[in-house]
């Protein structure tokens, strides 16, 4: 796989936070998300192009280990890229860091498995898009941030 990943960089808001201040454990969920749909962009791949030949995909697990507090307004930077690839599930990795020093924030996987939409069962991953998971998206930086540094 890339040795260089992919980085998505956002903003935390304020509703995202909790009591304590930081960022709600289940938020990174959605962050984790919000970064596949980029990554899978950056690979010229995006969810209606894969809807439009039938297939999805779906997250069968998913494990994320916090590191460190983010905080509202903090610039946060995922890095993200294919981890293992079966016949029929894929494994994308995810290194949130604070865009600012890279302070590891938190890790993921996710665990996805391809898709057919009708009848919906497990489909093997289509060759364009297992060399564009091989391939990576390297140096391919998308900032929803405004984020004027780059570490």
Not at 63 to 85: I, K, M, N, S
């Amino acid at each position: 796989m890339s040795s260089m990943p992919f980085r998505y960089r956002f903003r935390v808001r304020y509703n995202e936070c909790d009591a304590q201040r930081v960022v709600f454990n289940a938020r990174y969920a959605d962050y984790v998300d919000l970064a596949m749909t980029e990554f899978m962009r950056a690979l010229g791949r995006d969810y209606l192009a894969l809807l439009a030949r039938g297939l999805d995909n779906q997250v069968v697990k998913l494990t994320l280990e916090w590191q460190g507090p983010a905080h509202f307004d903090e610039v946060l930077e995922a890095r993200v890229q294919a981890l293992r690839l079966g016949r029929t599930s894929f494994t994308i990795g995810y290194d949130i860091v604070r865009a600012d020093d890279g302070a590891p924030i938190c890790q993921a996987e996710a665990v996805y498995v391809m898709m057919s939409g009708e009848p919906l069962a497990k489909t093997p991953i289509p060759d364009d898009l297992r060399a564009c998971f091989e391939r990576g998206a390297p140096g391919v930086v998308i900032d929803h941030a405004g984020h004027a540094g780059s570490p």
